[in-house]
C-alpha cells in the first residue's frame, strides 16, 4: 500500500511546478489533502479536497487541486511560486471533512505519503 507524491524540484520566483500524489489503492474512498513542512518549522496544510475544495490563505489564487480517480491520482498545480513556497510537500488521504482552517487537516489524516521538495529560489 503505497501513496507517492512527486513532481518537486528547483524553480524561479514566479514559476509554476505540478506535484502528483499517486496511490495503489482506490483513492476514490478517500479525501486527500496536500501539506508542506519548510525547514525549521512544523507541517501545515495546503489544501484538501473532499467534502469541501480548501486552500490555506497564503496559495489561494496561486495553487489549485485536483483529483483524478480513475488514475488513483490528486494532483497540485502551483502557479505563481514564492520563495516561501519552499518546503517538503506530503500527500495524505484524510477523512471525509468540512475543512475550514489550516489548523483541522492534521487530524483528519489517515495515511501520510512521502514527500516530494520544491524548492523556489533564483
Known amino acids: 500500500v503505497q501513496l507517492q507524491a512527486s513532481g518537486g524540484g528547483l524553480v524561479q520566483p514566479g514559476g509554476s511546478l505540478r506535484l502528483s500524489c499517486v496511490a495503489s489503492?482506490?483513492?476514490?474512498?478517500?479525501?486527500v489533502g496536500w501539506f508542506r513542512q519548510a525547514p525549521g518549522k512544523g507541517r501545515e496544510g495546503v489544501s484538501y479536497?473532499?467534502?469541501?475544495?480548501f486552500y490555506t490563505d497564503s496559495v489561494k489564487g496561486r495553487f489549485t487541486i485536483s483529483r483524478d480517480d480513475a488514475q488513483n491520482a490528486v494532483y497540485l498545480q502551483m502557479n505563481s511560486l514564492k520563495p516561501e513556497d519552499t518546503a517538503v510537500y506530503y500527500c495524505?488521504?484524510?477523512?471525509?471533512?468540512?475543512?475550514?482552517?489550516?489548523?483541522?487537516?492534521?487530524?483528519?489524516?489517515?495515511?501520510w505519503g512521502q514527500g516530494t521538495q520544491v524548492t523556489v529560489s533564483s
Open positions: 495524505a488521504t484524510m477523512t471525509w471533512q468540512y475543512i475550514t482552517a489550516a489548523q483541522e487537516m492534521a487530524r483528519a489524516v489517515l495515511r
Open positions: 489503492f482506490d483513492l476514490d474512498y478517500y479525501a
Open positions: 479536497v473532499g467534502s469541501v475544495t
